[in-house]
């Protein structure tokens, strides 16, 4: 069995999340993608939420979810600088 490079499964992760972002913005809600500060922050928002579970399977609900819980961390003030 071969080791799997971290870095690698990290890139792959993070772009099924920006895939996820940019579609959420141009597709669904049909709006201007906000600063990319804020999909960094959610990305690592997603990840840290992934780490609390103990999984890193993603399915569009979950993102979605964690979509919505992200903005309300965002409203409490939690992400601004």
């Not at 870095?7 to 809600?29: K, M, N, P, Y």
């Not at 979509?67 to 939690?78: N, Q, V, Y």
Request: with cysteine; proline share 2%.
């Amino acid at each position: 069995m071969s080791a799997i490079d971290p870095d690698e499964w990290r890139g792959e992760f993070d772009t099924e999340i920006e895939d996820w972002w940019a579609q959420l913005w141009a597709l669904r809600i049909s709006a201007v993608q906000p600063m990319s500060l804020t999909r960094e922050r959610f990305i690592l928002f997603v990840h840290s939420r992934c780490a609390e579970v103990g999984s890193r399977r993603l399915e569009d609900t979950d993102l979605s979810n964690l979509f919505s819980d992200f903005l309300d961390k965002l409203s409490e003030g939690e992400y601004n600088d």
